[in-house]
Every structure is written in C-alpha cells, then in structure tokens.
C-alpha cells in the first residue's frame, strides 16, 4: 500500500504564495504513471488541479489556476509540487495529492487515480 504525503500547506494573504510537496515512492525509478494534485473546500466536490504523467508529455491546469499554478517532478524520488502564486481566498481548500500506479486515459478525473494523500489545508486570507 502506497500512502503519499503532502506537505507545505497553511495559512497565506491573498497574492501571496506557497509550494505543496508530495511524496509517494515505491522505491523503483518510474514506478507511477502519473501524479497530481486536486483540492476540495467545504461544500463541495472534489476538483482537479493540476497533473501530469512520468514521461511528461501530458500535463493539465484547471482553467482557474493557469498562469498562476505550476506543477513540478522529481522522477528519481517520485516526488511532485504545486508552486502555488498570486493566491485568491477563492483557492482556500484541502489539497490532495493522487497516484495513478498504472496508465489511465485521463489525467483529470479523479475516479482513475489508485492512491491518496490525507490532504493539506491551504487558507488564503482576503
């Protein structure tokens, strides 16, 4: 059982900035097909952030975030970050950090991904 672990969460002013962690390895180079970050706030569902796969030809924003979100990788120790800047109080949530052990057609959709984080609050502050 794979138990990723974010960390880097916690409480910023709005236009300010923060950079979330994950790690998840398995101990073997290239184990994950892809890895990425989703986020929930109180009442609602569960969101797509940002993603991206091993080979790093695929790789998708929530149209809210571009230009002020940036997703990163560590292939050698299945590492991945969210460098988060200009932070909105609208980007407050819990953020999660997903596995896809094996391929998966979307990058997107939560459904497909095998593995979860316990989640990072972020609290952006007006």
């Known amino acids: 059982q794979v138990h990723p672990v974010e960390s880097g969460g916690g409480l910023v002013q709005a236009g300010g900035s923060l950079r979330l962690s994950c790690a998840a390895s398995?101990?073997?180079?290239?184990?994950?097909?892809?890895m990425g970050w989703f986020r929930q706030a109180p009442g609602k569902e569960r969101e797509f952030v940002a993603a991206?796969?091993?080979?790093?030809?695929?790789?998708y924003y929530l149209e809210s975030v571009k230009g002020r979100f940036t997703i990163s990788r560590d292939n050698v120790y299945d590492m991945v970050y969210l460098q988060m800047n200009s932070l909105k109080p609208e980007d407050t949530a819990v953020y999660y950090c997903?596995?896809?052990?094996?391929?998966?057609?979307?990058?997107?959709?939560?459904?497909?991904?095998?593995?979860w984080g316990q989640g990072t609050q972020v609290t952006v502050s007006s």
């Open positions: 997903a596995v896809a052990r094996n391929y998966i057609s979307d990058l997107r959709h939560r459904g497909l991904y095998d593995y």
């Open positions: 398995s101990g073997r180079t290239f184990s994950w097909y892809a």
């Open positions: 991206n796969n091993w080979s790093g030809d695929s790789t």
